[in-house]
């Protein structure tokens, strides 16, 4: 009996699915939310604000992350990849290693990024909201902060956008 869509188009569908949601997630933030919030908020507020879209986010893009890798590993079983042919040159195999090696990266500075610098800056803004004054100490370590979290933001999307390329070479 045929049937309408396939587990593995059901699978292949998943991923893109999945993939759609972990960056464009990332581009909403950077291209709508982020202009938007610039002009909206104090500094201190639109660091608060952002926590909570981060951690909605974070939420979102980690089940979206974990759909990507179990889609991921069957797709690459339907295709016959197995790990023995990762990184064979001129090989199917060597740009899904690439690809693999680049999402490995990506979830480091993921952690990184949410994790200590994200944190950082909100005990920050939450301290100088406390305070209900501008502390230039706070304000200088919030900005050098945000420098460093926004390189890292920019690192993580050109990585995703790297990673989108290599899988529509697999595909191709």
């Known amino acids: 009996m045929d049937r309408v869509v396939s587990l593995w188009a059901l699978a292949r569908w998943l991923h893109l699915l999945a993939a759609i949601t972990w960056i464009g997630g990332q581009l909403f ?5 982020l202009p938007v919030m610039r002009g909206a908020l104090p ?3 639109r660091v608060l604000v952002f926590a909570r879209v981060g951690r909605r986010y974070g939420l979102v893009s980690w089940v979206a992350l974990s759909v ?3 889609t991921g590993v069957i797709n690459g079983e339907r295709r016959g990849v197995h790990w023995a042919h990762l990184f064979q040159a001129g090989s199917y195999g060597e740009v899904l290693g690439t690809k693999l090696v680049l999402v490995a ?3 480091v500075v993921t952690l990184v990024h949410a994790g200590y610098f994200g944190r950082r800056m909100t005990t920050l803004a939450e301290r100088a909201r406390a305070l209900d004054r501008d502390d230039p100490k706070l304000a200088a370590e919030r900005r050098r ?5 926004g390189v890292l933001s920019g690192l993580n999307l050109l990585l995703n956008l790297v990673i989108v390329l290599l ?3 697999l595909v191709a």
């Not at 933030?29 to 939310?33: A, D, K, P, T």
């Not at 902060?145 to 979290?149: G, N, Y």
């Open 29 to 33: 933030i950077l291209l709508v939310l």
């Open 43 to 45: 500094r201190d507020e």
């Open 68 to 70: 990507l890798i179990v």
């Open 105 to 107: 990266v990506v979830i």
């Open 145 to 149: 902060l945000q420098i460093i979290s």
């Open 167 to 169: 899988a529509a070479a």
